[in-house]
């Protein structure tokens, strides 16, 4: 069974600090990580990290993957209080019969006070 | 576009109450998804489709039952709902696999309360 592990569960930061987001995870025959941000509603599409991309990067967020042991870092640097949300964490397996089964960490609640 | 829409926003039920969740997509997206999401749970996956009259079951489909006869709409059934049915759902949508980058849209979402 495919498992994400995201930690810390919750955070509160300052205006200007620099965080980092870590995520685990097993899975077989992976595809691709994923991570969402989550406000009030639905999740938002952050960035996809495959084998062939490990780093993403975009304005003040990036994200690595470690394919060997298995994580994933979300970083933001010089937070802001529009940063408050809950990250979420998935993977994706190579598709089975047609579909991947996406798998969701339970997430990472960020609070980021001025 | 509009993207996912999803009706209703707000529901309360009765036990033993059925309802429909309404949602669409209008990105002629093939593949669509039902998720719950509860306290320390995470999103799970109820039911997933991947094209017009192809449905399958994902983590957690008892209790449920979805249909796909466009490709645009996939609305999720509670046959005879139960408090534990509880939740906020999601519908999601995406293109198929083998697309770079392709992340799954979501809908605003429901949240459905159970007396």
């Known amino acids: 069974e495919d498992k994400v592990v995201q930690s810390p569960l919750s955070l509160v930061v300052h205006e200007g600090d620099t965080v980092t987001l870590n995520c685990s995870y097993e899975?077989?025959?992976?595809?691709?990580l994923l991570w969402y941000k989550q406000e009030k509603k639905a999740p938002t599409f952050l960035f996809m990290l495959?084998?062939?991309?490990i780093e993403k990067k975009s304005g003040r967020l990036s994200s690595i993957l470690d394919k060997k042991e298995l994580f994933s870092i979300l970083n933001i640097t010089a937070t802001q209080t529009g940063d408050s949300a809950v990250y979420l964490c998935?993977?994706?397996?190579?598709?089975?019969?047609?579909?991947?089964?996406?798998?969701f960490g339970i997430g990472t609640k960020l609070q980021v006070i001025p | 576009n509009a993207g996912v829409t999803q009706t209703p926003k707000f529901q309360v039920l009765k036990t033993g109450q059925s309802m429909t969740l309404q949602c669409a997509q209008d990105?002629?997206?093939?593949?669509m998804s039902w998720y719950r999401q509860d306290p320390g749970m995470g999103l799970r996956l109820i039911h997933y489709?991947?094209?017009?009259?192809?449905?399958d079951q994902g983590e957690v489909p008892n209790g449920y039952n979805v249909s796909r006869s466009t490709t645009e709409d996939f609305p999720l059934r509670l046959l005879s709902a139960a408090p534990s049915q509880t939740s906020v759902y999601f519908c999601a949508s995406s293109y198929s696999t083998g697309l770079v980058d392709n992340e799954q849209f979501f809908g605003p979402g429901t949240r459905l309360t159970v007396l």
């Open positions: 990105m002629n997206h093939e593949y």
């Open positions: 495959t084998s062939s991309g």
């Open positions: 998935a993977v994706e397996p190579t598709p089975s019969g047609g579909y991947q089964k996406v798998t």
């Open positions: 899975v077989t025959n992976f595809r691709s």
């Open positions: 489709s991947v094209g017009a009259g192809i449905t």
